[in-house]
C-alpha cells in the first residue's frame, strides 16, 4: 500500500524534480521532452527523462530512466510518480506509455498515485491501478 499523505506531501516535489529533468530530455526526433520523478519507499525522489535514438526504437521514456535511477540508488518500492510533457492539445494529460505502466506496476501498488504536470499546472492525478486495471505484476509469479 502506498501511504497517501506521504504521497501528496511529496506531491510539490516531485512535479518540480519532473519539470527540471525534462530540461535534459534527449529527444531530437520527436522533440517532445518528457520529464518523470518517482519517490522511493525512504522518500527519496529520482528523476529521469527520455533519451531517443538515430535507431528509433532503441529510445526509451522518461518514467524508464527515472525507475533506473530508483533501483541504482538502491530503492525497491515507487511509492507516487510525477510526468512532465507538454501536449500539443493544451491540458490533455501525458500519462505514461503502456510500457511505463508496466514497469511502474513492478514497484507500486494499484493505489500509486500519478501526477502528470505540464510547464505550469498539475493537469490530473490517477491512480496506477485506474491506468492499468487488472494487471501482471509480481505476484502472480510462483517463486521457489
Ligand atoms: N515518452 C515518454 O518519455 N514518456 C511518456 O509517458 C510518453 C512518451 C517519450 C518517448 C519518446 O521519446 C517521446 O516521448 C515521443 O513519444
Not at 107 to 124: G, K, M, N, S, T
Amino acid at each position: 500500500m502506498t501511504d497517501p499523505a506521504a504521497a501528496l506531501d511529496a506531491q510539490e516535489a516531485l512535479i518540480a524534480a519532473a519539470r527540471a529533468v525534462r530540461a535534459h530530455a534527449h529527444a531530437p526526433y520527436s522533440r517532445f521532452a518528457v520529464g518523470a520523478a518517482v519517490l522511493d519507499e525512504q522518500g527519496r525522489i529520482h528523476a529521469g527523462c527520455n533519451v531517443e535514438n538515430a535507431a528509433y526504437p532503441q529510445g526509451w521514456c522518461a518514467e524508464t530512466s527515472a525507475i533506473a535511477a530508483l533501483v541504482a540508488a538502491g530503492g525497491r518500492r515507487v511509492m507516487a510518480v510525477a510526468v512532465c510533457a507538454v501536449a500539443a492539445e493544451p491540458g490533455t494529460p501525458v500519462t505514461p506509455c503502456g510500457g511505463c505502466r508496466q514497469k511502474i506496476r513492478e514497484f507500486a501498488a494499484d493505489d500509486c498515485p500519478i501526477f502528470v504536470a505540464d510547464e505550469q499546472a498539475l493537469v490530473a492525478t490517477f491512480t496506477l491501478g485506474q491506468l492499468l486495471p487488472c494487471s501482471f505484476g509480481p505476484a502472480h509469479l510462483a517463486r521457489p
